[in-house]
C-alpha cells in the first residue's frame, strides 16, 4: 500500500539555523499538507499546497517558513531561522483529488538546541 | 469556532470493553468528521470517517454516532483490545480542500 514517507526522521539543529524538511506524497495525489505536534498537544495545521502554490496557511506559518515542490515527487518545508519553539513533530500528509481523507507520513522530530 | 473539542482526555478501559470518546464542534460549515490513530512515535493514521448526512458508520470494531443537530460526534471501539491502546483524535474539515482541524487527543489504554 503506497505511503507519504519523510525524511530525515529526527532533526536536531541550532537556533537560528535553517531546516529543510522532506516528504514524498503518494504518487497520484494532488494536495499536501504540512501539521506539526508539539510534545503531547495536538496536531496543528501549517500550510496546504496544490497545482504549486500555497492554497492556505495558519498564522503559525509565518515569514520563516515557506514549502516547495522542488521535483515531481518531493515536497518540503523549510524554517529559515529555527526559534526554541519550533521544536516538534511535523507531519506531512498528501491527498488525491476527489477525495477527502489525507493519509500522513511518520514525521519528522525537529529538535531545536 | 474552528475548534473541534474532545473529552475524556484519557480513558483506561480493560480488555473486552467498549471505550467511548466523544467531540463537538461549532461551526455548521464541517461536512467530514475523520477519527485518527496514533501510535507513540508514529503519524496519525486515519481510521473511520463520516460525513453529516448519516447518523452511524461502522467499520470492523469502530463505530462513529454523529448526531448533526446537537453537532456532536463520537467513537465506539467495540471488544477493545490491548492493541488498541493509542491516542485517538477527531478532526473535522470543511471541503475536501480544507485542512484538517484536530481534537486535543484522548490517550486509551486497554488494560489486559
Known amino acids: 500500500e503506497p505511503e507519504v514517507t519523510q525524511t530525515p526522521s529526527h532533526q536536531v539543529t541550532q537556533m537560528g539555523q535553517e531546516v529543510i524538511l522532506r516528504c514524498v506524497p503518494i504518487s497520484n495525489h494532488l494536495y499536501f499538507y504540512w501539521y506539526r505536534q508539539i510534545l503531547g498537544q495536538k496536531v496543528e495545521f501549517l500550510v496546504s499546497?496544490?497545482?504549486?502554490?500555497?492554497?492556505?496557511k495558519s498564522e503559525i506559518f509565518d515569514d520563516q517558513f515557506s514549502v516547495e515542490r522542488p521535483d515531481g515527487s518531493n515536497f518540503t518545508l523549510k524554517i529559515r531561522s529555527t526559534k526554541l519553539e519550533d521544536s516538534a513533530m511535523y507531519f506531512c500528509?498528501?491527498?488525491?483529488?476527489?477525495?477527502?481523507?489525507?493519509?500522513f507520513g511518520p514525521g519528522t522530530r525537529l529538535t531545536v538546541t | 469556532q474552528q475548534q473541534v473539542k474532545q473529552s475524556p482526555q484519557s480513558l483506561i478501559v480493560q480488555k473486552g470493553g467498549i471505550p467511548i470518546i466523544n467531540c463537538a464542534y461549532e461551526?455548521?460549515?464541517?461536512?467530514?468528521f475523520p477519527w485518527y490513530q496514533q501510535f507513540p512515535g508514529k503519524g496519525p493514521a486515519l481510521l473511520i470517517a463520516i460525513r453529516p448526512d448519516v447518523s452511524e458508520k461502522k467499520e470492523g470494531r469502530f463505530t462513529i454516532s454523529f448526531n448533526k443537530s446537537a453537532k456532536q460526534f463520537s467513537l465506539h471501539i467495540m471488544d477493545s483490545q490491548p492493541g488498541d491502546s493509542a491516542t485517538y483524535f477527531c478532526?473535522?474539515?470543511?471541503?475536501?480542500?480544507?485542512?484538517?482541524?484536530f481534537g486535543s487527543g484522548t490517550r486509551l489504554s486497554i488494560r489486559p
Open positions: 461551526n455548521t460549515a464541517f461536512d467530514y
Open positions: 499546497f496544490y497545482n504549486n502554490e500555497i492554497s492556505e
Open positions: 500528509a498528501s491527498r488525491r483529488q476527489g477525495s477527502y481523507e489525507q493519509y
Open positions: 478532526a473535522a474539515s470543511v471541503s475536501s480542500a480544507s485542512k484538517i482541524i
